[in-house]
Structure formats: structure tokens, C-alpha cells
């Protein structure tokens, strides 16, 4: 860095810390005020915010880089007369329809919004959020969310949210993990007789599967059976539920139902109950489903209250049009035959998988999202609930952990399953409050050029 640039990036810094300029103008402030010729600025800025961070944070970036180039270059293809937005460090600056050469604009534009770092998976900060009631403290909101301007909404619904008091959290203090087994018999005697045989060993067998997963504190907590019939013949799926205070724990359910699935057909062979098959049953609830009887994931609830009499004045929006818009998107979601409404959630869950590292990083696992508006004791209260949240935040069995996803989850102030899971909450609480707010506002969308 140049003398000059040195002196540019404290002040910006200095001014993130008063407050003075808010993260993601920091760009902005620096080609309309300073002498810096762009694309420089870009990396300035992302500097800027990571020092920020770190002031606040306490924490050190060390695996999460800005690197040299940190802004995309926009080119088209001439044949096609097509856009491109390319990375600066993207050397193959072809067309991916003809192959032939794109043609650089000289316009650059960040890479994400409040970019902070990261060459692959790229970062941006979206301020902090307080919570309180089964978790209490200040999360730093880090998301991998790629363009568009989500990471924004979150910093300002956030910001609002802190400003009624934070998020009132409500997660529950296991994650459950599910494995099931299928067996086929001929006749419903042998059914009776198998459910018999299982409910009676079920306390040995118990013991012996805890003792299988206690490097990870895993706990047994119940069998239970689902009888179907199929073609004449009896199906019975044998569900085993473990959870795990701080682990994902589907690996280690897996293995110990296994080894159940052993013990249980000698069992039968022992007490003359015949089957025709014996086997682990993927299909049911194997992986996640989509279906409101999942038993697997933790349960977390985030809701911010707002009294009915400030409400109008502080949002500038009538509190009648505002849940009237916010019922008409569940409603929405139900006539579409979902489950559960998915609007910014399906987003920003995958976005702090995607930071943090952490198992399970899929989008379809722990996306699972329920949104309410009433009004309670003269307050309007806006919820999220997130029924199936599923994490393994120590790197081991579970899924190895990334350096940088480690050091997301330090400087996001991540130390257990529960905080992930009561960050998770509050952060798609401060997207979809936002949201609802911009949509009743009629906000969103409204411009071309926004
Ligand atoms: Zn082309």
C-alpha cells in the first residue's frame, strides 16, 4: 500500500467506526472523495471492512484474503452482442457459447455486495445482530450469498431489529438425527411379534448404541414404528432418533442403526419371528424430506416485537397493509402445495452454511422456513421459525471445517450448535422483516435502475 493509500484506508476505517459512512458505501465515498484512480477502491474498501471487523470483533482475518483484484470486469461477447461480469482474476476471457474473445467495457463493480474477503467463496458482511431469551448475545453476520442485494437487507433489518430490542430467539437444546430400518413380513402376526421383540430389548439395545456414540455425546431417545401394507404383505419401518448437543450426528445414527439392524434380526431369529427382508430404509427419512413430520434438525425461532402505536411511524407503513401483504405471501406459498414458505431464507440459510463451512453445506437441508405477523398484547410480532436446522459446528466425523469457515464462525461469535442455529434464525428474520417491509412499502422492484 502507497502512503497515500495507507492514509485513505485508516480514514475509511475510522469512519466505519464512528458510524459516520455505512459499510456498503464505503466504495462510493472513496471514488467521489479521494484521489484514488478506480478499479482501486475495491480493494481498499474490502480492507477497510475487514479491519473494521476486526476492531470490533476482536478477532484476526488470516484465512479469509482479499485478494490483489477483488472486482469484476464487465465485457460482451460481439458475435452474441451478450454481457459478461467476469472476476478480475478470471484468465479465460472467451465466450462460453463461440469461444471467441469478449471485449473488456473498463467498468469494474464489486464483486458482492459489502465484499470482506475470500477468492472462491466470496464474503460479505452483513452487520450484527443482537438476540435474547434461550441464546443472548451479539452475532457479526457473515454471508457467502453471491450478487444481488441480500447481504444489505440482512445489515438493515438488522439494524431495525436491534433497534426494538433484538431478536427474541427460541432454539431448542439438541438436534435430532434420524435412521430408520425396513423390515417385510408375511403375515401381521409376525409384525406384532417383531414390534413385541424390539419394545422388549429396546432398553439393552439402547445402552449399547449410547455406548457407540459417546465420543460425540450422542444420545438414543427413542424407537418407533410405522406399519404399511404393500402387495399382501406387512411392511413395519423401525425409526431410531438420536441427538446430538453439538453435532449433526447423522454419520455416527447411521453407523449405530446398523449395528441395531444386527442385533435385531438375532433377536427374531432367537424368538421365531420370521422376515422376508431387513434393510436400511433410506426412503423413509433417510435424508431430509420436506415433509412437516421430519423429526430431523434442531428447532430454532427468531421474532422481533414492535409495539402497534410506534409501528406506523417508525416503518413508514400502515400496520393493517403490513401483515395484510405479509399474509397474502404465505397464503401464496400453501396455494403452490408447499409445506413451508421459503422466500429469503432459501437464501441466506445456504449463505451461512457457505461461510461457516459447516455440515451439512446443503441447500435443501435446514431450508425449511415458517413466517407469521400478529398482533399480541399490543405488539406486532414478526416471526421466523426454522423447524429443521441441522449442524455439526467442531470439525471432525461430522465434516472437516475449512480454516476460513472456522474463522467465519469466531468472528460471527459462533461457539456451539445453538448459537449457529440462533444466528441462523436472526439473520433470515432480519432479510425476511426487511423484505416484507420493502414489499408492503411497494419498494421493491419498483425502479429499473434498482
Ligand atoms: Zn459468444
Redesign the pocket.
Known sequence: MSGVEERIFQESVEKLISGFIPPWKVEEELTTSSELDPPKQFRLAALARQRFLEVITGEKFQSICVPEKPYKIHYV?D??N?GYELDAKDSHQN?L??G?DLRSLDKYSPLVANYIGGSEAYYSYAGRIKVVGDVEKEFTNLLVYGTGLGPIGVTRGSFLINKFGGAKVKVSEFGPAVRSLAFLFQSEDFRKKAIQVIEDFWLSLRKEMEEKMAEFHGRAVSVEFCPTEWNGRFILYVEFVTDFGNFRGHGDTSRVVGFAKGKIEAFFKEHNVKFQMSMIAQGYDGDLKPSPRNKRGRYARAEVHIPVDEFDKAFEIDVEKFMTSVELDRIGAKKLGCQFYSGMGGEIIPAVYKATKVNPQSSLVSSFQNISAYVDKGDVIYSVELPNIEVGVASNREGLISPSGREALRIMNIHSAKDFAASLAAQVLAGEFNLALEISREKLYSKLDS
Open positions: 461477447c458475435k452474441e451478450l465466450c457459447f463461440c471467441g
